[in-house]
């Protein structure tokens, strides 16, 4: 459908995909990449996402939950998905579709053991490790008896044991980072298996100070939302302003008449709301959206389908323009900083009625 029927379109560059894909691949040749494509690709468009990473030699990916792994597999036959949150109803659906799920507890892996034998499948299988950030994960004691137990079973491979870091961004806690990599990598009688741990963050910032890992998880950092010199943003979101008045001195804008003008201002108004993946407390200045050098702030409440904002310091712009949210003139963790929030929560909430548009 033609692009230009879209108020509120995200713009992905293909090439910026493959640079940032090349960046990791040439300072790491000798370590697989698993591709982190949860919550629709980080608000990407996960089967669109997908094929340009396969198409970049990808061939790791993770997602969250079973629905988001049914998905994928619909329209990529082969590729190697891994199942981090499974969940117990689910795991006689993830075993059918070939999905790799992760056991954190007994409990999954009693339902794994199941399921195989009640289908007569086999199943590829990760196990995850609680190092310290005490969310999801076996502790060491029961990763030993989960992983005996899973290789007297014939019908199930293990593919990796990992954790994940808590700090890894955070050169203050560095000291509990290598403590996190001390507890994976020092666990006896798991020769041969494969361990990972090293997110964007991890793998950028201290994955030189060990040498064991095999593959690495990258989200954000395939995505362009870090500040490195190395990594391009590989996505703009661009807002149509649909309509443009003059609100008169003492007038209201929006819900509850939260903004009162001092004066008489030109405002703008753009289909873009709380519906659509920005928050209902960034109204009243909080958010800023940029054009042509300038950030033009949010005023009144941010509504479910559309913001209205201040046009004042815009000098001649028309209804029809863009405004941009986040791209390369403004990139996203910039946003992040303004916003007092991370750029993944920027990006995951995007809504799927955003139109995707992959350019090259």
Same mark, same amino acid.
């Given at each position: 459908?033609?692009?230009?029927?879209?108020?509120?379109?995200?713009?992905?560059?293909?090439?910026?995909?493959?640079?940032?894909?090349?960046?990791?691949?040439?300072?790491?040749?000798?370590?697989?990449?698993?591709?982190?494509?949860?919550?629709?690709?980080?608000?990407?468009?996960?089967?669109?996402?997908?094929?340009?990473?396969?198409?970049?030699?990808?061939?790791?990916?993770?997602?969250?939950?079973?629905?988001?792994?049914?998905?994928?597999?619909?329209?990529?036959?082969?590729?190697?998905?891994?199942?981090?949150?499974?969940?117990?109803?689910?795991?006689?659906?993830?075993?059918?579709?070939?999905?790799?799920?992760?056991?954190?507890?007994?409990?999954?892996?009693?339902?794994?053991?199941?399921?195989?034998?009640?289908?007569?499948?086999?199943?590829?299988?990760?196990?995850?490790?609680?190092?310290?950030?005490?969310?999801?994960?076996?502790?060491?004691?029961?990763?030993?008896?989960?992983? +005996?137990? @899973?290789?007297?079973?014939?019908? !199930?491979?293990?593919? $990796?044991?990992?954790?994940? &870091? *808590?700090? %890894?961004? #955070?050169?203050?806690?560095?000291?509990?980072?290598?403590?996190?990599?001390?507890?994976?990598?020092?666990?006896?009688?798991?020769?041969?298996?494969?361990?990972?741990?090293?997110?964007?963050?991890?793998?950028?910032?201290?994955?030189?100070?060990?040498?064991?890992?095999?593959?690495?998880?990258?989200?954000?950092?395939?995505?362009?939302?870090?500040?490195?010199?190395?990594?391009?943003?590989?996505?703009?979101?661009?807002?149509?302003?649909?309509?443009?008045?003059?609100?008169?001195?003492?007038?209201?804008?929006?819900?509850?008449?939260?903004?009162?003008?001092?004066?008489?201002?030109?405002?703008?108004?753009?289909?873009?709301?709380?519906?659509?993946?920005?928050?209902?407390?960034?109204?009243?200045?909080?958010?800023?959206?940029?054009?042509?050098? +300038?950030? @033009?702030?949010?005023?009144?409440? !941010?509504?479910?389908? $559309?913001?209205?904002?201040? &046009? *004042?310091? %815009?000098? #001649?712009?028309?209804?029809?323009?863009?405004?941009?949210?986040?791209?390369?003139?403004?990139?996203?963790?910039?946003?992040?900083?303004?916003?007092?929030?991370?750029?993944?929560?920027?990006?995951?909430?995007?809504?799927?009625?955003?139109?995707?548009?992959?350019?090259?």
């Amino acid at each position: 459908m033609d692009s230009k029927l879209y108020g509120t379109r995200l713009y992905v560059h293909r090439k910026s995909i493959s640079q940032n894909i090349k960046y990791f691949q040439d300072s790491f040749p000798k370590i697989d990449i698993m591709a982190v494509v949860k919550a629709n690709a980080y608000g990407h468009g996960d089967i669109e996402f997908c094929q340009e990473l396969k198409s970049n030699n990808i061939k790791l990916f993770s997602v969250a939950d079973f629905e988001e792994g049914l998905r994928l597999r619909k329209v990529f036959s082969h590729i190697r998905i891994m199942v981090m949150n499974p969940g117990i109803n689910n795991i006689n659906t993830i075993v059918q579709n070939k999905l790799e799920p992760v056991i954190y507890n007994k409990r999954v892996m009693s339902e794994i053991i199941s399921s195989t034998k009640k289908n007569n499948n086999t199943i590829n299988v990760h196990v995850k490790l609680n190092t310290g950030m005490n969310r999801w994960g076996l502790n060491t004691e029961e990763l030993i008896d989960v992983i +005996k137990v @899973l290789k007297q079973n014939k019908k !199930i491979t293990i593919q $990796s044991i990992y954790s994940h &870091l *808590s700090s %890894a961004k #955070n050169p203050k806690l560095d000291s509990f980072s290598h403590n996190q990599l001390n507890k994976l990598y020092s666990i006896k009688n798991c020769t041969g298996l494969i361990k990972h741990v090293f997110s964007s963050h991890g793998s950028l910032r201290l994955l030189e100070k060990n040498s064991d890992t095999q593959i690495i998880r990258l989200g954000l950092g395939i995505y362009g939302g870090l500040k490195h010199p190395n990594l391009e943003p590989v996505s703009e979101l661009k807002c149509t302003i649909n309509q443009i008045r003059t609100v008169k001195r003492g007038e209201g804008v929006g819900y509850n008449r939260s903004f009162i003008a001092a004066n008489n201002t030109k405002v703008g108004v753009i289909a873009f709301g709380y519906a659509d993946g920005i928050q209902r407390n960034w109204g009243n200045g909080l958010l800023k959206f940029y054009f042509q050098g +300038k950030l @033009l702030p949010t005023i009144g409440d !941010i509504s479910m389908d $559309s913001c209205t904002i201040d &046009l *004042s310091q %815009a000098i #001649n712009i028309c209804e029809g323009d863009e405004l941009i949210y986040f791209g390369r003139e403004r990139p996203i963790w910039k946003l992040a900083e303004e916003l007092d929030t991370i750029p993944y929560e920027i990006i995951a909430t995007l809504s799927r009625r955003i139109k995707r548009i992959y350019i090259n």
